[in-house]
């Protein structure tokens, strides 16, 4: 069966530092991948997609990047954050199209 | 602009009645639905889903309508649990890979 792995659950870090966020999706093959974030007290909010190694779309602009570099991985980045990246960040995938995304648990991240 | 409304942030049911739980879309487009439930510091979990050309679809206690001239969804829940107690979100799909969702309503199931 398909598992999604996120981590870490927790990350508090200083304004204007850098963030990595990883995800991997195990028991699947080509998986579109995507970033979500939260905001409190706010809805699913869809950073990036990406439909296959290397490729990335970005849905919103702002001072956070995503790669794939391998084929059920997909990290979130950013080199300065700021007060207003502070949020819940989840982590989907989903087979194809019109198909059911299914989310990892999230990363709590809080900006000092 | 907000495609994909819920228009009530909570909603309380009495365990063991129904929970109807709304969703409204502006997006003519949109031809796949779907709804999440997520519990507090956890990912949303998939719970049902319907495609435009269904008006309903059921799932155990889990039942999706789809109102296409009204461009409304609802979720009905029956009987409500108090394990049921959690947010619900909808989102809705045009034919791409992004899911564009609701804000969410908090549902709170009491014993």
């Known amino acids: 069966s398909q598992t999604i792995h996120q981590w870490p659950a927790t990350l508090v870090q200083p304004v204007g530092s850098p963030l990595s966020l990883e995800c991997t999706v195990e028991?699947?093959?080509?998986?579109?991948l995507y970033w979500y974030r939260q905001a409190a007290g706010r809805g699913l909010q869809l950073l990036f997609y990406s439909v296959g190694i290397g490729q990335i779309s970005s849905e919103v602009p702002q001072n956070l990047s995503a790669s794939r570099p391998q084929d059920r991985q997909f990290i979130l980045s950013s080199k300065k954050l700021l007060l207003s990246d502070s949020g819940f960040y989840l982590c989907?995938?989903?087979?194809?199209?019109?198909?059911?995304?299914?989310f990892g648990d999230g990363t709590r991240l809080s900006i000092l | 602009d907000q495609q994909v409304k819920q228009n009530s942030p909570s909603l309380s049911v009495q365990e063991g009645r129904i929970s109807i739980l709304n969703c409204d879309y502006t997006?003519?487009?949109?031809?796949?639905f779907l709804w999440y439930k997520k519990y507090p510091a956890e990912g949303p979990t998939f719970l049902i889903s319907i495609s435009s050309i269904k008006d309903k679809n059921e799932d155990g206690r889990f039942t999706v309508f789809l109102n296409k001239s009204a461009k409304h969804l609802s979720l009905h829940i029956v009987p409500s649990q108090p394990g049921d107690s959690a947010v619900y979100f909808c989102a809705a799909c045009r034919s791409a890979r992004q899911l564009t969702f609701g804000s969410g309503t908090q549902l709170t199931v009491l014993p």
């Open positions: 028991g699947t093959s080509n998986p579109n």
């Open positions: 997006n003519s487009m949109f031809d796949y």
């Open positions: 989907a995938w989903s087979i194809g199209q019109n198909q059911p995304q299914h």
